[in-house]
């Protein structure tokens, strides 16, 4: 089975020693570009290691040199020069296999004796190129199901998506605690402990001892919709919510005709007790839409309570609201107020055509920090990196 960032890796890593500025990144995007876009032919693979590997038109020389050297079979990349890319999700025609008896010239770009082998021969085609079916092979499940679509996925995949989303953490932002602990760069002299270690110096303050705030990290709140349109995607979403509880220590609510809190029934030990009572606790799952009451019941039962003050709030929902819009927009303004940040995930925004011009969306939008997509497993990640980056510095 193919390794497909291996094969990525070794690839970039090669035409770096070759003299091209290829970094890690780039043989990354390479790599997402395989399992996005599986090629047929090595014409497909060509043009996908080229447009992600390829910066300047002075590389091309190298490049085509070091492509041979790996993915020969006789093809030279030199003559596809002047024709258009094959058109996405065509395959291009096969290339011809070499004369019997004739090798192709050995580029600069030879690996030393010994090295590892991109792709072992009996991993590819005929022709010694590897083939659609091997890099589909190669991926992995994570990077299968990574860029897909929650809704698009059946249950076998929700299930192996559940495994992956385990690995998920959520890591709160830091926030300035009231306590003080000791540290050689703080802001604060300590004046007790500095006069206790003059006494070492006969009472002439030579050390200052200081102390800084000790960083404490912020209360995360999750309200997820769980209505009849957020179906697809609250299946998905249950995990986040699990492992929030669990690693991140997290407070997460449903909502969809009104709020229910699932703090305690995703406590359990299993995974699988949790997600069903969780399903048990929530009466009007799949039900209609309420965002403005559901948010008026947090703010007015835990959010002026404590819960949502100097919190990290994530409203997980598309924003099709059948309440009043007015009612929306007067919870929303009263949460962000208490809030340290507002982040709402729109499943929907991903579309190529979508705009935001549900009630709920025009009614929420001036009162959210920021808009996210969270709809596939590579979104939510992106989207809990950026939580955790938010640090506080003292």
Do not use: K
């Given at each position: 089975m193919v390794d497909v960032a291996a094969v990525a890796g070794r690839f970039g890593r090669r035409l770096h020693d070759a003299g091209l500025p290829v970094s890690p990144d780039t043989s990354g995007r390479l790599a997402a570009a395989l399992v996005l876009a599986p090629p047929a032919t090595v014409s497909d693979l060509y043009w996908l290691a080229r447009v992600t590997l390829v910066s300047e038109h002075s590389h091309l020389a190298v490049f085509d040199r070091v492509f041979t050297a790996v993915f020969g079979g006789g093809g030279d990349p030199a003559e596809w020069r002047g024709q258009d890319p094959p058109a996405a999700g065509t395959a291009g025609q096969p290339v011809p296999s070499a004369p019997s008896g004739s090798q192709p010239a050995a580029p600069s770009s030879v690996p030393p004796a010994g090295a590892t082998p991109l792709v072992a021969a009996s991993e590819g085609d005929g022709d010694g190129a590897p083939g659609r079916d091997a890099v589909l092979a190669a991926a992995s499940p994570e990077e299968r199901l990574g860029f897909r679509d929650f809704q698009t996925l059946t249950e076998a995949e929700l299930a192996t998506l559940r495994a992956l989303m385990t690995q998920m953490t959520l890591s709160a932002p830091l926030r300035r605690g009231r306590r003080r602990v000791a540290a050689p760069t703080g802001r604060h002299i300590d004046p007790?402990?500095?006069?206790?270690?003059?006494?070492?110096?006969?009472?002439?303050?030579?050390?200052?001892?200081?102390?800084?705030?000790?960083?404490?990290?912020?209360?995360?709140?999750?309200?997820?919709?769980?209505?009849?349109?957020?179906?697809?995607?609250?299946?998905?979403?249950?995990?986040?919510?699990?492992?929030?509880?669990?690693?991140?220590?997290?407070?997460?609510?449903?909502?969809?005709?009104?709020?229910?809190?699932?703090?305690?029934?995703?406590?359990?030990?299993?995974?699988?007790?949790?997600?069903?009572?969780?399903?048990?606790?929530?009466?009007?799952?799949?039900?209609?839409?309420?965002?403005?009451?559901?948010?008026?019941?947090?703010?007015?039962?835990?959010?002026?309570?404590?819960?949502?003050?100097?919190?990290?709030?994530?409203?997980?929902?598309?924003?099709?609201?059948?309440?009043?819009?007015?009612?929306?927009?007067?919870?929303?303004?009263?949460?962000?107020?208490?809030?340290?940040?507002?982040?709402?995930?729109?499943?929907?925004?991903?579309?190529?055509?979508?705009?935001?011009?549900?009630?709920?969306?025009?009614?929420?939008?001036?009162?959210?920090?920021?808009?996210?997509?969270?709809?596939?497993?590579?979104?939510?990640?992106?989207?809990?990196?950026?939580?955790?980056?938010?640090?506080?510095?003292?």
């Amino acid at each position: 089975m193919v390794d497909v960032a291996a094969v990525a890796g070794r690839f970039g890593r090669r035409l770096h020693d070759a003299g091209l500025p290829v970094s890690p990144d780039t043989s990354g995007r390479l790599a997402a570009a395989l399992v996005l876009a599986p090629p047929a032919t090595v014409s497909d693979l060509y043009w996908l290691a080229r447009v992600t590997l390829v910066s300047e038109h002075s590389h091309l020389a190298v490049f085509d040199r070091v492509f041979t050297a790996v993915f020969g079979g006789g093809g030279d990349p030199a003559e596809w020069r002047g024709q258009d890319p094959p058109a996405a999700g065509t395959a291009g025609q096969p290339v011809p296999s070499a004369p019997s008896g004739s090798q192709p010239a050995a580029p600069s770009s030879v690996p030393p004796a010994g090295a590892t082998p991109l792709v072992a021969a009996s991993e590819g085609d005929g022709d010694g190129a590897p083939g659609r079916d091997a890099v589909l092979a190669a991926a992995s499940p994570e990077e299968r199901l990574g860029f897909r679509d929650f809704q698009t996925l059946t249950e076998a995949e929700l299930a192996t998506l559940r495994a992956l989303m385990t690995q998920m953490t959520l890591s709160a932002p830091l926030r300035r605690g009231r306590r003080r602990v000791a540290a050689p760069t703080g802001r604060h002299i300590d004046p007790r402990a500095t006069l206790r270690r003059a006494r070492r110096t006969g009472g002439d303050p030579v050390d200052l001892i200081r102390r800084r705030r000790r960083p404490r990290p912020r209360r995360m709140v999750l309200l997820c919709d769980v209505s009849g349109s957020m179906q697809p995607y609250a299946r998905a979403y249950l995990q986040l919510l699990l492992s929030g509880v669990g690693g991140g220590r997290a407070e997460a609510f449903v909502f969809a005709t009104r709020l229910t809190r699932l703090t305690p029934a995703l406590r359990s030990v299993s995974p699988d007790v949790s997600l069903a009572r969780a399903a048990r606790a929530a009466p009007d799952w799949s039900g209609g839409t309420r965002i403005g009451e559901a948010m008026r019941a947090f703010n007015d039962d835990y959010g002026r309570r404590g819960m949502a003050r100097g919190a990290v709030i994530l409203i997980l929902s598309d924003g099709w609201d059948t309440g009043e819009a007015g009612l929306l927009e007067r919870e929303m303004g009263r949460l962000r107020r208490m809030a340290y940040r507002v982040v709402w995930v729109n499943p929907r925004s991903a579309g190529p055509r979508f705009r935001p011009l549900t009630s709920g969306i025009v009614a929420a939008l001036p009162h959210v920090d920021a808009m996210r997509s969270g709809h596939s497993f590579e979104a939510m990640r992106a989207l809990l990196a950026e939580i955790r980056e938010d640090r506080y510095v003292p």
